[in-house]
């Protein structure tokens, strides 16, 4: 009985004295692994360091690469790099994949390039050599891991929305799954698409359509019709006024003129005018005109005059 009473004791009490220990472990494991998520946000990163293996990866945008510094006592020195995407003798800028963001896995460097129409994520190792390469369709800028989920998550916009991209990492950093990865690609709608949600018949914009051309026409005879009569009520006043001015002077003039002078202006204006023709004799005369024998069209001064007989 007491080797059985030992032998309870020297196997529980260890295990009750080791449980205190084992929960602060799994506590601080916990509070390492929320502290490295919360330190991976969802944004783009120009460098990023690996204190286990001291070790930098940054984007040269220079020269369009990306190098791995590595860290010896009090020096640093660059160790291997690896190309984007080749610049040199291109004109196709728009075309050309440029670094956005980059970051350290597992002892792995995972980089992600975009140009205008799509993007790519890159895995290497620490020795700059290409381990996995995978392509999206759209514009991406940042990227994030999530240890405790062992997940992969891309984001950024596109010229009228934005990507988000979620890629299974659980087999490892070099081997992200890319099959059955949820994606969303999101374009905010055009107002046609959205009109012809919420009007699906087009009543609504043929009756729009024709109350736009009506009110128009409406408005157009309106103003035409105001404008007529401005013009008109203008003339009618500069007639009156004209009127009022001839009816001044003709008054004016009649009380300083008397009947003698106009009797002799008309006398004047009608011997003028009984001069204006001379009188002409109305005789038409003509003369015969004769014309004598002109040969000018006579064949026969054509002829050779050697064969006469």
């Known amino acids: 009985m007491k080797n059985i009473i030992k032998l309870i004791v020297a196997t529980c009490v260890p295990a009750l004295l080791l449980k205190p220990v084992l929960l602060a472990q799994e506590r601080t494991d916990t509070l390492q692994a929320a502290s490295f998520e919360a330190y991976d946000p969802l944004i783009p990163q120009l460098f990023a360091f690996d204190k286990k293996n001291d070790i930098f990866a940054g984007i040269n945008n220079v ?9 010896k006592g009090t020096e640093l020195s660059i160790t291997h790099s690896y190309l984007v995407d080749n610049v040199s003798g291109r ?51 940042a990227f994030s891991y999530s240890a405790s989920a062992r997940e992969l998550y891309i984001s950024g916009e596109n010229v009228t929305g934005f990507d988000v991209i979620a890629l299974d990492a659980s087999r490892g950093m070099n081997r992200i799954n890319l099959e059955n990865a949820a994606s969303l690609h999101y374009q ?29 026409l409406l408005m157009l005879y309106l103003v ?86």
């Open 63 to 71: 020269d369009n690469k990306i190098v791995l510094v590595r860290r």
């Open 91 to 141: 004109h196709d800028t728009e075309h050309i994949y440029r670094p956005k963001s980059v970051a350290i896995y597992e002892d792995h460097v995972v980089f992600l390039a975009s140009h205008r129409d799509s993007c790519y994520l890159a895995v290497l190792d620490l020795n700059g050599i290409l381990v996995q390469k995978l392509r999206f369709p759209g514009e991406a800028s």
């Open 188 to 216: 905010k709608p055009r107002l046609s698409e959205v009109i012809a949600v919420r009007d699906p018949w087009g009543v609504g914009m043929s009756v729009i359509a024709m109350s736009v051309v009506f009110l128009a």
């Open 224 to 309: 035409f019709k105001q404008v007529g009569v401005q013009l008109i009520s203008i003339q009618d006043r500069r007639n009156r006024k004209v009127k009022k001015i001839s009816k001044a002077e003709a008054i004016a003039s009649t009380g300083d003129i008397s009947g003698d002078v106009y009797a002799a202006i008309t006398a004047a204006i009608h011997l003028y005018n009984e001069e204006l023709h001379d009188e002409e004799n109305t005789v038409l005369t003509i003369h015969k005109v004769s014309r004598a024998y002109s040969p000018w069209s006579s064949k026969i001064h054509g002829l050779n005059t050697y064969f006469n007989r």
